[in-house]
C-alpha cells in the first residue's frame, strides 16, 4: 500500500569513468525520475548532481560518487524516490501503491488481492491472487478496472468468463 518511499528504478552499469550510472527507470520516464533532486539508493540519500536521457536509460552523476570504483558499489541496487518530494497530477498515483489492494467486482464479491502488475506494450496485467492461491490476470483497461483507490486499498473490476 501507501509508503513513504517509491521505487524508481534500479542501476544498471556505470557510465564513463568518472562516476556516472546508468538507470533503468521504473516510472512514466527517465526525465521524471531526472527531475527529483535527490535519489535513495541503499538507504543513502544521493543529491543528483546532473543527469541525461540516454534512450530508455537516466545517465546520473550523484554526490559523493567521483569515479568508476565508486560508481560499481552501486551497480544492481535500487534507486527510490521521497513520495513527498513527487508532485502528481489529481487523481494519479504511483502503481506500487495498488499492490496488496483488495480486488472486488461491482457487486462487492471478492476476488483476491493485487499481487504484481506486468508492465506490457498495450495496456498492464494485473495479477490477482485468491485467497485458494489461483491467480486472475485482469487487463488494466477501463473495460475491467472499473475504480482504484490506493488510499482505501480497493480496487474494483468488472470480470468475463474465463478470468
Known amino acids: 500500500m501507501i509508503q513513504d518511499y517509491i521505487d524508481a528504478g534500479r542501476i ?5 569513468v568518472r562516476g556516472e550510472v ?11 525520475l531526472a527531475s527529483f533532486p535527490r535519489l535513495f539508493i541503499g538507504g543513502c ?13 537516466l545517465i546520473a552523476a550523484l554526490e559523493g560518487i567521483e569515479d568508476l570504483n565508486a560508481a560499481m558499489t552501486l551497480k544492481g541496487k535500487t ?5 513527498a518530494d513527487a508532485v502528481l497530477p489529481p487523481g494519479s498515483f504511483f502503481l506500487q501503491d495498488l499492490l496488496g489492494a ?3 467486482t461491482e ?11 506486468l508492465e506490457r ?7 490477482v491472487t485468491d485467497a485458494a492461491g489461483g491467480e486472475h490476470l485482469i487487463p488494466a483497461v477501463p473495460a475491467f478496472i472499473l475504480d482504484s483507490d490506493p488510499v482505501a486499498g480497493v480496487i474494483t473490476v468488472r470480470l468475463i468468463g474465463g478470468m
Do not use: C
Not at 546508468?22 to 521524471?32: A, Q, T, Y
Not at 543528483?48 to 536509460?57: A, G, T
Not at 534507486?79 to 513520495?83: A, P, Q, S
Not at 506494450?121 to 495479477?127: E, G, L, Q
Open 12 to 16: 544498471v552499469n556505470t557510465h564513463g
Open 22 to 32: 546508468k538507470i533503468e527507470v521504473w516510472l512514466d520516464s527517465p526525465r521524471m
Open 45 to 57: 540519500e544521493r543529491k543528483l548532481l546532473s543527469s541525461r536521457v540516454h534512450q530508455k536509460f
Open 79 to 83: 534507486v527510490r524516490i521521497f513520495r
Open 102 to 104: 483488495a480486488v472486488r
Open 107 to 117: 457487486d462487492g464479491s471478492p476476488v483476491g488481492t493485487l499481487t504484481d502488475i
Open 121 to 127: 506494450p498495450a495496456s498492464d496485467i494485473y495479477v
